[in-house]
């Protein structure tokens, strides 16, 4: 009977960074991944304001180098200078995965876990998986994205994880190469549109909600927003395929530990509120994560797990509280055109510097290193 230091449910964006750090310190881990390719995903491309280096990613993961931030509603266009990046969310992937040391790491595919298991003195003991196999470990890492399937069986997430779906389309790309495009307003369907270019003038334009009503008609209203006369002339659709998913939008959490498990990413809500920004926002929650499995490794004690909690509340939780009051508020302003096209002209008052740090979600975040 195999038993490894760490086992990792789910090999997305936290599982695979935090396999690699695991392995650089040489802990065995098992990854499990019910999908039976890591490089496969419903939707393939992320804006971030990431720094690469923080994360050991090299250029060549960057599908588009933005300079310029074009927020529309309905009457206003304001353009902010900013730089950031559009990712192949593959290419990301793939780096990652490529720096995982397999002589430490596992990885094992198509094994869908449904259960954790106690021991007797009440620390988690295995996972198991459907066909009943039994997966042992000391610490265990819920990094199942929004099915949070660990986060949710011993209630550090609820069951009903309140969640905004997207939709997005590739298509053809009229507009400037290195300027992006966010679309708000109840005239591009109240929800949250988005325009994201890449190479070989191809672009993916997006919508998500989390209204009900909405997200049971995202592609219908993703093609009335294709209609609009401004997108016409920033964007053809050529093709009918649809990409997607969703992302919890859930009150912020602050509990992420249970005796011998812990939870990174979707599984605890940890996309940054302000923008649905995950991938900077997880990798960073999944590096404090490895430093606190370390410590609780080396020094044979789970307690110093908790220092992974209270050294991300240390670093987030004050701008995600604030970021979710700033989301309420976005959420409710672009339900009227007239209320965006004030907000948007008066912007041009507003320190531009103070606007891209709320966007990127840094606003009143001090990087301790
Ligand atoms: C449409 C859309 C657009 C987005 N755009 C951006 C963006 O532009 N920029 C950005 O930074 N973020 C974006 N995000 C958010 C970002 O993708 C997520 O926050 C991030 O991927 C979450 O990472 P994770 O590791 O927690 O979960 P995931 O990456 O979802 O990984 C979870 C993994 O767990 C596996 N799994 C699930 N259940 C089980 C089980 N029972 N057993 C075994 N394995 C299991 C899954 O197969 C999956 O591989 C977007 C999300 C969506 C849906």
Avoid at 219 to 235: A, D, G, H, Q
Avoid at 252 to 258: G, N
Avoid at 268 to 277: A, C, D, K, L, R
């Amino acid at each position: 009977m195999d038993h490894f230091d760490v086992v990792i449910v789910g090999g997305g964006t936290a599982g695979i960074l935090l396999a690699r750090e695991l392995g650089k310190q040489k802990r065995t881990v098992l990854l499990l991944d019910r999908k039976k390719d890591l490089v496969n995903f419903t939707f393939n491309t992320l804006g971030s304001f990431m720094n690469l280096d923080d994360f050991g990613l090299t250029a060549n993961v960057v599908a588009q180098n933005i300079d310029t931030i074009s927020f529309h509603s309905k009457n206003v266009q304001r353009k902010l200078k900013s730089n950031l990046y559009i990712l192949d969310k593959k290419k990301v992937h793939e780096e990652i995965i490529a720096k995982i040391d397999t002589n430490y790491v596992t990885i094992k595919t198509g094994v869908a876990i449904s259960s954790i298991n106690k021991g007797q003195d009440g620390q988690f003991i295995s996972v198991s998986d459907k066909n009943k196999n039994d997966y042992f470990g000391k610490i265990f890492i819920d990094a199942s994205g929004t099915n949070g399937i660990l986060s949710k069986k011993v209630q550090l997430q609820s069951d009903k994880t309140a969640l905004a779906t997207g939709v997005e389309y590739n298509v053809k790309y009229l507009g400037n190469s290195s300027e992006m495009h966010l679309l708000i307003g109840k005239i591009y369907q109240g929800g949250y549109g988005w325009i994201f270019p890449l190479k070989n003038k191809r672009a993916i334009i997006g919508f998500g909600s989390f209204d009900d009503k909405a997200t049971k008609e995202l592609k219908i209203r993703l093609n009335k927003i294709l209609e609009f006369p401004k997108i016409k002339k920033l964007v053809l659709k050529d093709n009918e395929k649809v990409e997607g998913g969703s992302i919890p939008i859930t009150p912020v959490l602050e509990k992420f530990v249970l005796n011998n498990l812990i939870c990174v990413g979707d599984s605890v809500s940890q996309v940054n509120p302000i923008v649905g920004e995950g991938y900077k926002f997880i990798f960073e929650a999944a590096l404090i994560a490895s430093k606190a499995i370390d410590k609780a490794l080396e020094k044979d004690n789970i307690s110093y797990l908790a220092e992974y909690e209270s050294d991300w509340k240390a670093r987030f939780l004050l701008n995600y509280q604030r970021s979710k009051r700033a989301q309420n508020k976005f959420f409710k302003y672009s339900q009227n055109d007239f209320l965006m096209d004030f907000i948007f002209s008066i912007s041009k008052f507003f320190s531009t510097e103070r606007a891209i740090k709320s966007l990127s979600g840094e606003y009143g975040l001090e990087k301790k290193h």
